[in-house]
Structure formats: structure tokens, C-alpha cells
T-cell receptor
């Protein structure tokens, strides 16, 4: 059971480089989310997509862009990476947008920016 | 001040102990409350969900919400080494498109055999 798959698992970038983090879910979920997790900060929402064809900003969108490629895939792009973007990035999906529906998370991408 | 506060721990207990994990929050609009468990190098997984105030029990786990005090708790009975993980509380104010989860920073729990 794949669930939510994130690639790559690890990445090291230099300041100013660009990169796209990939996320795919096989649960036929409508909503998808990108979070970052920093020590002591919990998870903070970067962007989300309530349904195919829509995207919206979350709490910390600056420096990121997203694409909801189709119902399965939701990518996160860093156009010009900065050391402050060093973090663990999690993608999640949910059937719909109701708060009583659980979000299912991938295992994360660990990103270091030098 | 963060909207959701959680003691980072680590909390170390012997096997079989009762564990109490807590979060406080400041936003009175929160009405959906969740606990996620996160093992090392893994994504969070939903453990418990509670709507508004009250208690909810699932096996060894009990979630409590006290909206008047803006305080939520997760109790783990007969704790096991396999419960060793980071526990994240999360909450949101409304359902539907645009609802966002606000997470606490997580409490790391270690259950020693």
C-alpha cells in the first residue's frame, strides 16, 4: 500500500539553486497539502490544493510555488533556495476538506541548503 | 506567542506507566482536535480525533478536550516501548475548503522496557 509517496527522500542544495519536490497519492483523494517541519515548530502549512485545478497559500508560502499536476500529483518548487528553507517537507492528502477526515502523510523529504 | 503550545519533552517513562500529553491553545475558534503520532524518520499518522469538548477513548488511548480552559490531553495507559514516538497535537477552527490544521511543536515520548 503506497499511500503518499514523496521523492526524493534526501537532497542537499546550494543557495540559489532550484528544485522541485514531488508528491503522489494513490488513494483518489481530492485535497493535497505541503508542510514544512522545523525543530520545535510543529508542521506549518506552505500551500494546499482543495481539489484538482485549485491551489491556495497556507501559513508560510513565501519562496515556494506549487503545481497540482493532476488528481494524484502535487509538486512543490523552490525557485531560488535559501538556507532558511532547510527543513523536512511533508506532503499530505485527504479525501475532501472536512476536518473530521484524516490527513495521510508521506515520509518526508529532508532538504539541506548550504 | 504560538497559537498552540506543547512541551517538547523528552518525556521518559517506564513500560506500563500511564502517560499524559498536553497542549494549550489560544484561539477560541478551534473546535476540531487531533493527536498525531510520528515515529522517527516517518510522517505523522492520525491517532485520535475529537470534535468540541469531551472525552474519546480508543483502546489504550484517551483524548480529552476542555474548551473552557483551552487545554487538550492525550492519555496512554499501559504504555509500551512501541509507543516511543513524537506526539503532535493539531487543531482547526472550521471544516470545508480553506480549513487549516495548526500543529503544536510535538512532545517526544520514550517508553523504557
Amino acid at each position: 500500500n503506497a499511500g503518499v509517496t514523496q521523492t526524493p527522500k534526501f537532497q542537499v542544495l546550494k543557495t540559489g539553486q532550484s528544485m522541485t519536490l514531488q508528491c503522489a497519492q494513490d488513494m483518489n483523494h481530492n485535497s493535497m497539502y505541503w508542510y514544512r517541519q522545523d525543530p520545535g515548530m510543529g508542521l506549518r502549512l506552505i500551500y494546499y490544493s482543495a481539489s484538482e485545478g485549485t491551489t491556495d497559500k497556507g501559513e508560510v508560502p513565501n519562496g515556494y510555488n506549487v503545481s497540482r499536476l493532476n488528481k494524484r500529483e502535487f509538486s512543490l518548487r523552490l525557485e531560488s533556495a535559501a538556507p532558511s528553507q532547510t527543513s523536512v517537507y511533508f506532503c499530505a492528502s485527504r479525501v475532501g476538506t472536512s476536518s473530521n477526515q484524516p490527513q495521510h502523510f508521506g515520509d518526508g523529504t529532508r532538504l539541506s541548503i548550504l | 506567542q504560538k497559537e498552540v503550545e506543547q512541551d517538547p519533552g523528552p518525556l521518559s517513562v517506564p513500560e506500563g506507566a500511564i502517560v499524559s500529553l498536553n497542549c494549550t491553545y489560544s484561539n477560541s475558534a478551534f473546535q476540531y482536535f487531533m493527536w498525531y503520532r510520528q515515529y522517527s524518520r516517518k510522517g505523522p499518522e492520525l491517532l485520535m480525533y475529537t470534535y468540541s469538548s469531551g472525552n474519546k477513548e480508543d483502546g489504550r488511548f484517551t483524548a480529552q478536550v476542555d474548551k473552557s480552559s483551552k487545554y487538550i490531553s492525550l492519555f496512554i495507559r499501559d504504555s509500551q516501548p512501541s509507543d516511543s514516538a513524537t506526539y503532535l497535537c493539531a487543531m482547526s477552527g472550521r471544516s470545508g475548503a480553506g480549513n487549516m490544521l495548526t500543529f503544536g511543536g510535538g512532545t517526544r515520548l520514550m517508553v523504557k522496557p
